[in-house]
């Protein structure tokens, strides 16, 4: 089982793109594997002959071996026999934890391999959807996302795992149970243990950002049609992305008793879904302009909302951006994206009353609160990135270059 995301522990056998005894040649495509972040399709490093050893729908450790190709290892002289017949890897998780599709989805009568990308194969198994009751509008008739969306409401019930019973031990009525996906899964384990392992602390400070608003209202006037015009929130990731190179200490991590320190700044930037929380990332944002910025988080956070999200697009961040602001959140505190030193979490702009020039007047006000790992960043150097951040975004002109 390959590592395909520097998160990744453990992957789910989608569908295997060759059959057991196939020649394969090197650098062609093997397997579907999901992984906590997404699903991708594996290439060969070896060419040779193919023994499958773990099949549709088994998830393993990374690092298991899934197949064998060429003569490297010995097998069975009826490959696809002992395929068949080998047991459950003992690495894998219980049945509740696995999210692959059901056998109709992948294998429907006749033997023959439904054609469907796989996004619409992971819709399909979480909505219960039967793929080969569906006709793909894609290219070769293979079957797409909106197929899947489009398949009425059978595609659109609860997933089969929801269970309800009855409420007589308690007040609370009938209880409804249902799986976390593998994503859900892994948010709760690495928020869990960020919390229990990280001794993080936090700061806050208050920033205005009448001039940044007022530039963007501008920007946005002379944009033309169909122009991206930069977000606030385009605006913090370069303003972060700066402060972190002028910091260095604090485009870091503590991992495994030793510090490390990043030549690169990346930015993730949370980004909510349907059931779940993705972190895609901004490579080099420090040497990006704040179009390229605005244009490459958009692109992002449309891949992450319709599931097209690969896992190098959510690797290597060495620091995190998590806006609230838009649900009109004033503050909140942000688990640190272990083993990154900080989080940055982002609250609303609002108007509000401040003193101004020696003057009570209307001013529009946020509130940033930057989370720190403390075995890294100690309490000064915290401050002084977010002042940092603060003063970039309070003379928003110095963001365009």
Not at 16 to 25: P, S
Not at 69 to 83: E, H, M, Y
Not at 282 to 304: H, N, P, Q, R, Y
Not at 368 to 377: G, P, V
Request: glycine share 8%; charged share 20%.
């Amino acid at each position: 089982m390959p590592r395909l995301s520097d998160s990744m522990e453990e992957g789910t056998i989608v569908r295997w793109l060759k059959r057991d005894g196939d020649e394969v040649a090197r650098g062609e495509e093997l397997v579907e594997i999901e992984t906590d972040k997404a699903t991708m399709a594996y290439e060969s490093d070896t060419a040779g002959t193919l023994q499958i050893t773990a099949q549709e729908g088994a998830t393993l450790s990374v690092g298991a071996k899934i197949a064998v190709i060429g003569d490297d290892d010995p097998a069975p002289s009826n490959s696809t026999t002992a395929a068949v017949e080998v047991p459950q890897p003992p690495t894998a998780p219980t049945p509740a934890i696995e999210t692959a599709p059901q056998a109709p989805a992948s294998a429907p009568l006749g033997g023959e391999r439904v054609k469907a990308s796989p996004v619409a194969r992971r819709i399909a198994g979480e909505r219960g959807v039967d793929l080969g009751s569906l006709s793909g509008s894609g290219p070769g008739g293979r079957i797409i996302k909106a197929d899947v969306e489009d398949a009425g409401t059978a595609a659109s019930a609860s997933p089969p795992a929801a269970r309800t019973s009855g409420g007589e031990a308690s007040g609370r009525g009938a209880v409804t149970t249902t799986e976390p996906t593998r994503t859900q899964t892994l948010i709760a384990r690495r928020m869990a243990e960020s919390r229990a392992t990280v001794p993080s602390f936090t700061l806050q400070i208050n920033v205005d950002m009448t001039t940044a608003t007022t530039l963007r209202a501008e920007l946005k006037a002379s944009a033309g049609e169909g122009q991206a015009v930069p977000t606030i929130n385009d605006m913090i990731v370069k303003a972060s992305a700066l402060a972190l190179r002028e910091q260095p200490q604090a485009n870091g991590a503590w991992r495994d008793g030793h510090f490390e320190h990043y030549s690169r700044v990346n930015i993730g930037v949370a980004v909510a879904a349907a059931g779940t929380l993705v972190v895609p990332t901004i490579f080099d944002a420090d040497t990006k302009t704040l179009a390229e910025i605005s244009a490459e988080s958009g692109a992002l956070a449309e891949s992450v909302r319709s599931s097209a999200i690969t896992p190098p697009q959510t690797s290597g961040g060495t620091f995190t951006v998590s806006n609230l602001g838009m649900f009109g959140v004033r503050s909140f505190d942000a688990v640190i994206n272990a083993p990154q030193a900080a989080i940055l979490a982002v609250g609303a702009v609002e108007q509000r009353p401040a003193v101004h020039n020696g003057e009570i007047e209307p001013r529009m006000l946020m509130e940033l609160t930057l989370a720190c790992d403390h075995r890294i960043l100690y309490g000064a150097d915290g401050a002084k990135l977010l002042a940092r951040i603060k003063a970039l975004l309070e003379a928003p002109l110095s963001l365009a270059s």
